[in-house]
């Protein structure tokens, strides 16, 4: 490197820094700048190692170039770090400083249960695949709770469920829904196809209260019924659910299953999220949480409310809200979100 090689260098890298230098806009980063143009890698210590090779009468003129380049950076360096300390000190006071005009201290908001949370985010993520959201009543009647969904009287499915019945009317005919498929029969009833709909809600069974169980738990529910529809269009609608709420990694299987009012059933599972399917305590070392039941609509189905089976088909799934929020927050008792303890409810 010549005497006017290096001249160019040590310009072009103080032209370089000085606009840098003059916008760096914290001290972390002007030092980091301070290091990049003065350190041990930067323009002036390569010119310094070089200057032994350049003769003897051109070495006192680039150690003055080098000499005249250090000053000038650290010149901007200084005046920058003044510039931002001042504003440093000033924000520190305008934080320390009296604000009479600051209210007092008000009451603790509260905030959405977290089962509510859940089931806010579920239904967002539905209505962006293009359903609609449907709500029906707790207290049903035996039709819309069992014999339009394919359960006539003594039909051996209703020991699946629980019951709990309520007095009103002929004995055994009006009782808490024991899930939200209900909901489903009424839409049916009320809309004509294409129909793509969610049904969360509130659910009651005669259940012994345990780590994964209570005798009233929240669901949700979804029902498509359209021409044309088929298995797949179901795993595809489980797939982009699982993908779009848990994660793009993640994705979904389904399991040959039974309903009474779907066929083929299947109940589907979802990559485990405390391992991301590597196997482990809580998924049984299989690498998959099961998370809920779906299937094709029963045929019998969509007679009971007028819609012909031969012109439409349809797919249901459900699963419960209560156990995707244990998981979520790796709660080890439902009986947790429903003890009113605010200490622990604010952690949601």
């Excluded at 305008?94 to 604000?99: G, M, N």
């Excluded at 009782?175 to 909901?183: G, I, N």
């Excluded at 509130?202 to 259940?207: L, M, Q």
């Excluded at 019924?225 to 994660?247: L, N, P, Q, S």
């Amino acid at each position: 490197m010549n005497l006017d090689e290096i001249r160019e260098l040590l310009d072009g890298a103080l032209g370089e820094a000085r606009p840098a230098i003059i916008a760096a806009p914290t001290l972390e980063e002007l030092e980091a700048l301070r290091r990049r143009f003065a350190g041990k890698r930067s323009p002036a210590s390569r010119v310094n190692e070089s200057i032994k090779t350049l003769p003897s009468e051109d070495r006192p003129v680039a150690g003055k170039a080098v000499s005249a380049y250090n000053a000038a950076l650290a010149e901007l360096v200084d005046r920058r770090r003044e510039e931002l300390e001042s504003v440093e000190r000033d924000a520190a006071r305008s934080r320390d400083a009296l604000d009479l005009t600051e209210g007092g201290h008000g009451r603790r908001r509260g905030h959405l249960h977290v089962v509510t949370q859940v089931q806010r985010e579920l239904e967002d993520v539905f209505v962006g695949l293009g359903f609609q959201v449907a709500e029906g009543p707790e207290v049903e009647t035996d039709w819309y709770n069992f014999e339009a969904l394919n359960m006539p009287p003594a039909h051996p499915a209703r020991s699946m469920w629980d019951t709990l019945y309520v007095k009103l009317g002929r004995p055994e005919q009006v009782m808490l829904r024991t899930h939200t498929s209900p909901v489903q029969i009424r839409v049916m009833e009320t809309r004509k196809p294409p129909i793509y709909t969610v049904m969360p809600g509130r659910a009651y069974r005669k259940e012994t209260l345990d780590a994964r169980h209570s005798p009233v738990f929240h669901q949700i529910e979804g029902l498509v019924v359209d021409r044309g529809i088929t298995f797949g269009d179901m795993a595809g609608t489980i797939e982009a659910f699982t993908r779009a709420y848990f994660g793009p990694d993640k994705t979904s299987r389904l399991r040959p299953s039974f309903f009474p009012f779907t066929e083929p059933s299947a109940e589907f599972e979802v990559t485990c999220t405390f391992c991301d399917g590597e196997g482990c305590s809580v998924c049984s070392r299989t690498g998959w949480i099961e998370l809920g039941g779906c299937g094709m609509v029963d045929p019998n189905v969509l007679r009971n409310v007028d819609i012909d089976p031969e012109e439409y088909s349809g797919f249901a799934f459900g699963f419960g809200l209560d156990r995707m929020a244990m998981d979520r927050h790796d709660v080890d008792h439902i009986k947790t979100f429903f003890e009113d303890d605010v200490r622990v409810l604010q952690q949601f």
